[in-house]
């Protein structure tokens, strides 16, 4: 069984510890306002080392462009808490700024922050994702589960039911070889979407629709 993503145009690619960045559909002004908040610890930084940010917009994301007046450690805040979003820099290097990968959660509008580990000020951002307001959503299949896929529907059972991660009341909709069906994301975020395949090539994309917003397609192909 082989099974490849072929993945939409403006995609990146983590290779090793760095990130692959295709062509800019836009980018936005800078972001210069300075933080006026105080240090969220005693002992913090009292200053932030956030210089400047730049946001870039992508299909299926944002880029911030951070530059750093010095040696830090930093993490994007949203509603005041830190949350996942890939960096493809340990900060150690003033001279060059570092990337934040951000995905949206069904807003057309942030205001987000970034601040240090330690409890710098935070440096305010404010974020208009355009198209990458709702994020792509991916099967959450293991490879042992992918193993047990394959041999299933090389023994002729087509049938089957695919766990997707989405953002919580997101309909999925993957459309397998010309047929769509969909499901709706329970409060963890995890859609059971019926599938049926056949022997042979599979052509499958996904989208996910939340507040009337959809994303950008994820398409690959499965091979039986």
Do not use: C
């Amino acid at each position: 069984m082989n099974r490849s993503r072929l993945l939409v145009a403006g995609a990146t690619a983590l290779v090793g510890a760095g990130l692959v960045l295709a062509p800019v559909a836009a980018q936005a002004a800078p972001v210069t306002t300075a933080s006026s908040s105080t240090p969220g610890q005693p002992g913090a930084e009292t200053t932030s080392p956030v210089t400047n940010v730049t946001v870039r917009h992508f299909p299926e994301y944002v880029i911030l462009d951070v530059d750093v007046d010095r040696v830090t450690d930093l993490q994007v805040l949203r509603n005041g808490e830190a949350f996942d979003a890939p960096s493809t820099s340990d900060w150690q290097s003033p001279s060059r700024p570092g990337h934040f990968v951000v995905k949206g959660v069904g807003l057309d509008e942030e205001d987000l922050g970034i601040s240090t580990v330690g409890g710098a000020p935070v440096y305010p951002v404010h974020v208009d994702f355009g198209q990458a307001a709702v994020p792509q959503s991916f099967d959450r299949l293991t490879e042992r589960q992918i193993d047990r896929l394959a041999r299933a529907v090389e023994s002729g059972r087509f049938d089957h039911v695919i766990e997707y991660g989405a953002l919580p009341g997101a309909t999925v909709s993957v459309t397998t070889n010309g047929v769509t069906t969909s499901a709706v994301a329970d409060r963890y975020g995890i859609a059971k979407v019926a599938v049926h395949f056949r022997p042979g090539f599979n052509e499958q994309s996904s989208v996910q629709t939340i507040n009337g917003k959809t994303s950008v397609p994820f398409t690959g192909n499965w091979q039986f």
